[in-house]
């Protein structure tokens, strides 16, 4: 079965095609806000695929994908009551956002628990799946990016720079003090944040970081214990498999 799974974020929608189980095709992505019929006919022109699995934190943007899907093939939105392979130990699983779902059961796959998954996107939010497994709830703190562009419309003298590395922290200029601020402020929230959830999980969790900025930030975390780029993508995968290949 090809397996289309669409990560549908606020930032941006990314697919890919998974040929068989375990794996991903060749990922793209489109910005959020330009989702639409249009859009989706253009990305997906030429595209085979049996069946799909949507993974949206955007609502308006979820009832596009899925009208424009469900002409073509089955649709499944991934949600706390989809087959995750986990446990949900939450007091309000609904509420649950579908990446941070698919975030669990991809680090226990591929990483195994307890464990905390740190998703660096438009927010940074921790993910934290016990011993059990179940998911038990987590962290959401401002994303990187948001952080940065947030100095550069709110005050009048600093720009909005881009993020990258710090060549020192005393910043020699007003563009590196602000990648200083940025870059290394974030790995100690970082740090806190998972010594304050390692510590209330009783001890050791492996922690797996994905999203855009997770190599960065994590070159300077030596808590962090693997860089995952595409676990959202696979823990939709299984997911997804689970859906359709058992109907």
Not at 64 to 79: A, D, K, Q, T, Y
Not at 89 to 109: E, K, M, Q
Request: proline share 6%.
């Amino acid at each position: 079965m090809r397996l289309l799974v669409i990560d549908n974020s606020n930032t941006r929608t990314k697919f890919s095609i998974s040929e068989r189980a375990g794996s991903l095709g060749d990922t793209f992505w489109i910005p959020t806000a330009k989702v639409s019929e249009p859009t989706l006919d253009e990305a997906l022109d030429g595209s085979d695929f049996d069946a799909a699995l949507v993974c949206s934190v955007v609502p308006a943007k979820a009832a596009i994908l899925g009208s424009w899907l469900e002409r073509l093939v089955p649709v499944h939105h991934l949600n706390a009551a989809s087959p995750l392979g986990i446990g949900i130990d939450y007091p309000d699983p609904a509420s649950i956002g579908a990446d941070r779902l698919a975030n669990a059961v991809g680090v226990v796959a591929r990483h195994g628990a307890p464990a905390v998954v740190i998703d660096f996107g438009t927010a940074v939010t921790f993910d934290v799946v016990s011993p059990a497994p179940s998911y038990l709830g987590g962290v959401i703190a401002p994303g990187l990016g948001a952080m940065g562009e947030y100095l550069g419309r709110k005050t009048a003298l600093l720009p909005i720079v881009d993020l990258e590395e710090p060549a020192q922290a005393i910043g020699r200029s007003t563009t590196e003090a602000m990648r200083a601020g940025a870059v290394i402020g974030y790995r100690g929230l970082v740090r806190e944040i998972l010594g304050a959830v390692r510590h209330e999980l009783g001890g050791r969790a492996i922690a797996v970081a994905t999203g855009g900025d997770a190599a960065l930030i994590a070159r300077g975390v030596p808590e962090i214990d693997q860089v995952d780029p595409d676990l959202t993508l696979h823990g939709m995968e299984i997911v997804g498999r689970r859906v359709f290949e058992a109907a």
